[in-house]
C-alpha cells in the first residue's frame, strides 16, 4: 500500500512539473525523458548515439565484407553490373566472341569498387560521426532502414565529392581503365556502331556507394529484429523501444 500511494505522488508531482512549464521546448524535453515502458527514461541524445552505433556496427561488419577480394562481385545485393550504354557493347563483344573481354570488364569494376572501399572506409566513419538526429526517436520508430536512409540522405553528395577521387584512383590500380580504353576502342572500330564514351568513374562512385549503403542497412535490419545483434547495452536499451 506505501509503495503504491509513493509511485501515485511520484506521478502527480511529473504531471505538476510538466504544466508548470509555458514552452513548447520545455514541455517536450520532460516527455523525451519521462520513464518509457519497461521502467527507465531514455533520452533522445542516448537514441541518436544508439543509431550512430547501429550505422557504425553496419560499417564494422558489413562494410568490411565489401573489400574482400569478390566482395562486390559475389554479392548479389551489390553487384556492379554494366550501365545501359555498356550492355550494348557487351552483347557485341559476346555476339562476335570475345566472352572472356567481356567478363574481365565487368569483372575490373566490381574490383575497383572493392578496393576503393578499402580506401574509403574512413570517410564513411566520419559520416556516421558527424550526422545529427533531427528527430531520433522517429527514426528509430521508423522503418526497418530509417537510420541508413537518413544517412544516406543527408551524406551522399558529400560523400560524392570525397569518394569519386578513390574510385578514379581505383580504376586505373586494378587496370579497370586500360582494360575499358581496350573493350571502348574495339568496339568503337566496329562497323554500323554508335561511338561510346562511359564515365566510369562517375558510374562506378554512383554504384558503389549505393552498395555501402545497403550493406549498413543489412546490419540495421538485423539489429532492429534479432536481440542478439544487439552487443552492447546501448544498442539494447535504445531498439528495445521499437520492439
Do not use: H
Amino acid at each position: 500500500m506505501i509503495s503504491l500511494k509513493k509511485n501515485n505522488m511520484k506521478k502527480i508531482f511529473l504531471l505538476f512539473l510538466i504544466f508548470s512549464f509555458s514552452s513548447c521546448a520545455e514541455l517536450q524535453q520532460i516527455a523525451d525523458n519521462l520513464p518509457q515502458e519497461g521502467g527507465y527514461s531514455i533520452s533522445n541524445q542516448e537514441i541518436a548515439g544508439g543509431l550512430k552505433q547501429a550505422l557504425q556496427k553496419g560499417i564494422d561488419t558489413r562494410v568490411t565484407e565489401l573489400t574482400e577480394e569478390g566482395g562486390f562481385f559475389r554479392n548479389e545485393l551489390v553487384r556492379i553490373t554494366l550501365p545501359p550504354e555498356l550492355q550494348k557493347v557487351d552483347k557485341t563483344l559476346r555476339d562476335i566472341g570475345l566472352d572472356a573481354l567481356a567478363d574481365e570488364g565487368l569483372l575490373v569494376l566490381n574490383r575497383a569498387a572493392e578496393e576503393a572501399v578499402k580506401e574509403a572506409t574512413p570517410i564513411f566513419v566520419n559520416a556516421v560521426q558527424e550526422i545529427t538526429f533531427a528527430d531520433a526517436r522517429n527514426i528509430l520508430l521508423g522503418n526497418d532502414r530509417a537510420a541508413t536512409d537518413y544517412l544516406s540522405g543527408k551524406t551522399t553528395t558529400q560523400l560524392y565529392s570525397k569518394f569519386n577521387p578513390v574510385v578514379t584512383n581505383s580504376l586505373e590500380k586494378v587496370g579497370a581503365t586500360q582494360v575499358w580504353n581496350n573493350i571502348i576502342n574495339r568496339y568503337n572500330q566496329l562497323p554500323l556502331t554508335g561511338k561510346v564514351n562511359p564515365d566510369l568513374a562517375d558510374y562506378v562512385t554512383q554504384e558503389a556507394l549505393e552498395g555501402v549503403f545497403t550493406m549498413i542497412a543489412v546490419e540495421e535490419v538485423e539489429i532492429r529484429n534479432q536481440v542478439s545483434a544487439r552487443t552492447t547495452n546501448l544498442l539494447r536499451r535504445v531498439f528495445a523501444l521499437q520492439d
